[in-house]
């Protein structure tokens, strides 16, 4: 992977990260670098799984895989903020 790939990833990871805390409903507990790092793993395994599906190389905008990725942002967000949470 270049550099501008990983800044790329960086940069839709945020993307993704603060969209998948916007769908959690109420008041997270998950700071911004966390927020950040969600969304970069979400990003990269929806990527991943619409690679899967077919869906990831369309012609104009890949709204599949943005679903894909924003979903499972906040999945990520859902779940680490229940963790933190509990403690």
């Known amino acids: 992977m270049e550099i501008s790939g990983i800044i ?3 940069i839709i990871g945020i993307i993704i ?3 998948g805390r ?6 997270q507990h998950t700071g911004v670098i966390l927020t950040i790092v969600v969304g ?3 990003a990269l395994i929806g990527a991943a ?3 899967g599906l077919g869906v990831a190389d369309t012609k104009g905008i890949d709204w599949i895989e943005w679903l ?3 979903g499972l942002a906040a999945v990520g ?3 680490l903020d229940r ?3 509990r403690r």
Request: aromatic share 0%; no cysteine.
């Open 77 to 79: 967000i859902a779940a």
């Open 8 to 10: 790329s990833a960086i």
């Open 40 to 42: 970069i793993v979400a």
């Open 22 to 27: 916007l769908v959690v409903p109420g008041r």
């Open 83 to 85: 963790s933190r949470v």
């Open 17 to 19: 990260g603060v969209l």
């Open 68 to 70: 894909i990725q924003i």
């Open 49 to 51: 799984i619409a690679s």
